[in-house]
């Protein structure tokens, strides 16, 4: 007994001498204990922040980044106005030779309507779903496009593409569409409201359900002419139904969006379930076939977005970027220590920091046991920071620079962070090498961008506390902790 008791006295007392001190300012206490031997910490705060659109650097798209594209336009009172529109090809997958293959024998098909079903991707409960006021209504037009989409091209946000004329040549610039035909039953605008949780029943008095899509029926003389095209051998024929059907390019640009409006950006699903459905019947039956399914899901479609921003309403960006320029060329602000910083998917605006103040620390006998770039996000006006309408983004990207701009990530992607703690409202990189590097005059270079991971897919947005906020509670710092050497290195 008095053996454990001893045993016990030994064990307590062993605890009380390995405590960490939960108490230090210095924040020492979430380091490992083997880090906490004569630990100092230390923050820094960024000399220069500032807002810049990335032109030169556009959001590539292809068709293999995801099976969604963004659509829809938003009027935000803090990032100003967002169109985001999509082109896309379709694919005809049939094995049966023509139309009337698909019809009962001796029956001649007679064409009857064609609708574009434009599939949501709604995932209940994700905060990636849509950006905005879905109450808003938008007014939705598709156009034709003059050119074919390639699968094995790449194609930029700008919309500033190269794209085959289809006689030999390439040109660059916006891929052109006919604006002077709206597909669209009537030719004018579909006003619509987007929604995205509402399952349609597929029968009546069943349990079953279609996905939520937006039915959009098109021009009978369109329509018409391309089913007349697929019964002389077009419809099992994908390449020559690329010929005469080479696209959409759809959009929302033309609504109207007076404040206190919103409207929305969402998520298209650009496979099998967005198709063009032509629907039919054969002359003297009264049997109704289904009817032909086209859908944007196959190997030879492609698709990518375009993302039209005005900042002209958005008077604090506004004085970060360069209004002279209809692209916002990048500038340095005239004030460097700005209040705030933008940070916008959809192709939008991304961070600046620079940490000259860095360099000082390049003579320290030092070693960085730790480096963490944390980024606040500003609650403290509700447009800044209101998720019923503006989610947040889940992950941020973080990039070093050379003389020619962004030069990728400057740790390894899987484990230097970037995600968004709720918890304690921040976005927090690991950042211990790239420090290491300045420190030891590897590199010279300290500014970094900062922008949404995968931007291209993902419309949230976020505001910071700027270079101009060291006092407040949201300015964004990086925080050191390190020991100080008794030897040199």
Same mark, same amino acid.
């Given at each position: ?20 001190? @939960? %108490? &230090?300012?210095?924040?020492? #206490?979430? $380091?490992?204990? /083997?880090? +906490? ?18 032109? @030169? %650097? &556009?959001?590539?798209?292809? #068709?293999? $980044?995801?099976? /969604?594209? +963004? ?419």
């Amino acid at each position: 007994m008095l053996k454990k008791v001893c045993i016990l006295l030994f064990v307590a007392l062993l605890a009380l001498s390995c405590k960490k001190n @939960t %108490d &230090s300012p210095i924040g020492a #206490s979430v $380091l490992p204990a /083997s880090d +906490l031997i004569n630990a100092e910490y230390a923050e820094i705060y960024p000399d220069v922040s500032y807002t810049k659109f990335r032109l @030169t %650097d &556009s959001v590539v798209l292809t #068709s293999n $980044l995801s099976n /969604s594209n +963004l659509l829809g336009s938003i009027n935000d009172p803090v990032f100003g106005r967002t169109d985001a529109s999509i082109y896309c090809s379709f694919e005809t997958d049939y094995s049966a030779t023509g139309v009337g293959g698909l019809a009962p024998v001796g029956n001649e098909p007679v064409f009857d309507s064609v609708v574009l079903a434009l599939a949501y991707n709604y995932i209940p409960n994700s905060s990636t779903t849509y950006v905005g006021d879905t109450s808003d209504p938008l007014s939705l037009d598709i156009f034709p496009l003059k050119h074919n989409i390639s699968p094995d091209t790449n194609y930029y946000s700008t919309g500033n593409n190269y794209y085959y004329t289809g006689t030999g040549g390439y040109l660059h610039g916006p891929m052109p569409y006919d604006a002077t035909k709206n597909l669209v039953h009537g030719g004018h605008s579909l006003v619509f409201n987007p929604h995205l949780w509402w399952f349609p029943p597929i029968k009546k008095d069943t349990n079953v359900y279609g996905n939520p899509a937006l039915a959009v029926r098109l021009r009978d003389d369109w329509g018409e002419a391309l089913f007349n095209t697929l019964q002389n051998g077009y419809l099992n024929n994908n390449t020559l139904f690329q010929q005469v059907c080479k696209g959409f390019y759809i959009t929302t640009q033309h609504s109207i969006m007076l404040q206190p409006a919103y409207g929305s950006i969402f998520f298209v699903q650009m496979n099998s379930n967005t198709s063009i459905n032509f629907y039919y019947h054969n002359k003297g039956s009264t049997i109704i076939p289904p009817p032909i399914r086209i859908s944007t899901g196959g190997s030879s479609c492609a698709r990518f977005g375009y993302f039209k921003h005005d900042y002209s309403i958005a008077p604090e960006i506004l004085q970060q970027i360069s209004p002279l320029s209809p692209n916002y060329a990048d500038t340095n602000p005239s004030s460097p220590k700005t209040k705030n910083v933008f940070l916008q998917g959809a192709g939008g605006v991304g961070i600046v920091l620079k940490f000259p103040s860095l360099l000082q620390w390049v003579n320290k006998n030092i070693v960085i046991n730790k480096a963490e770039l944390v980024l606040k996000p500003d609650k403290s006006n509700s447009d800044f920071f209101n998720l019923s309408k503006y989610f947040l983004p889940g992950r941020l990207y973080l990039e070093g620079d050379t003389l020619g701009g962004p030069k990728g990530l400057v740790e390894n992607e899987y484990t230097f962070g970037g995600y968004y703690d709720i918890t304690n409202n921040q976005y927090l990189f690991e950042i211990p090498h790239t420090v290491d590097q300045i420190l030891t005059q590897k590199t010279l270079n300290t500014k970094f961008y900062v922008t949404v991971f995968n931007g291209g897919l993902f419309a949230e947005r976020v505001v910071f506390g700027g270079a101009a906020q060291t006092t407040t509670g949201y300015p964004i710092k990086l925080r050191l902790w390190y020991t100080t050497l008794t030897t040199k290195k």
